[in-house]
């Protein structure tokens, strides 16, 4: 019998919870089921708990986070930070967000922000269930190039483009690719069943990807990983890394990307 088959009493600890965790934590790559991940709060977010999926305690370059806003809580006041970036993507529930002086609009699943350095903006929850939002900070590169500019958008605005020629795959790049004002990307990935990368990829750039549907085998280092909707896997610089999605339904993950910069050396 499965751990999860045996018969569980409320109030106690599931049998066959210890020490089975399909998580691990390398120095170039770590893998987290969200239900190991204890929450946090945070000082500009009223009624929100939040999940840090990825730090620079863990060797991450950026910050990310699973925030859940509970109806009328958020962000009490605009909040900005000097030279560091944001970006915001709705899970599930209904909200509202503004950046610097322009209008609020409305959020709805797919809904997505960029903020750019230094702009203030607001997060809020106006519906009746909690909004769950995957938030990234990242600090500017900056290399003479104007700031980007802020982004207010939904997925359903974006096209699914496909540049590799292999079956089976979809793109959605949130953040205009190939213009030098970003330093990152973050990109719908979608893949049919069967779909798969034709190769091990090694790469400088790193990681947050954040598994929105679907289920697969994700390859990292040297071992394979069962990971299905709802799982977080960092990928820092040069990490052997190669995704096969499994069952029968389409497979879909967010992804952070830094590029468009040299090495710092
Ligand atoms: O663009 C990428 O680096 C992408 N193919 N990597 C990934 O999905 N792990
Ligand atoms: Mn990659």
């Not at 730090?55 to 509970?70: K, N, S, T």
Request: hydrophobic content about 40%.
């Amino acid at each position: 019998m499965r751990p999860h088959q045996l018969p569980a009493t409320p109030g106690r600890p599931a049998p066959g919870a210890i020490g089975h965790n399909r998580g691990v934590v390398r120095p170039n790559y770590a893998f987290m089921p969200p239900e190991g991940v204890l929450v946090s709060r945070l000082p500009h977010f009223d009624d929100t708990v939040v999940r840090v999926l990825a730090a620079p305690v863990l060797g991450a370059r950026f910050a990310q986070y699973l925030l859940e806003i509970e109806p009328n809580g958020g962000t009490p006041e605009p909040f900005r930070e000097d030279g560091i970036q944001h970006f915001y993507y709705v899970l599930s529930g209904n909200g509202r967000f503004a950046m610097g002086e322009g209008p609020e609009a409305e959020l709805r699943p797919g809904s997505f922000a960029y903020v750019p350095p230094g702009v203030a903006f607001s997060l809020r929850n106006t519906g009746s269930e909690p909004l769950r939002v995957l938030g990234l900070r990242k600090r500017y590169e900056a290399v003479g190039l104007p700031q980007p500019d802020p982004i207010l958008s939904h997925r359903d605005e974006v096209p699914v483009t496909n540049h590799t020629g292999m079956e089976g795959r979809g793109f959605q790049f949130l953040l205009q690719r190939g213009d030098m004002r970003f330093d990152f990307e973050m990109n719908l990935m979608w893949f049919k069943p069967g779909a798969y990368f034709p190769d091990v990829e090694t790469h400088v750039m790193e990681h947050g990807l954040y598994m929105l549907e679907g289920q697969g085998l994700y390859f990292l280092g040297t071992e394979w990983h069962e990971i299905w909707a709802g799982d977080f896997i960092w990928m820092g610089g040069f990490c052997p890394q190669q995704y096969y999605p499994t069952g029968f339904d389409d497979a879909a993950y967010l992804l952070y990307k830094n590029v468009n910069r040299d090495v710092a050396l």
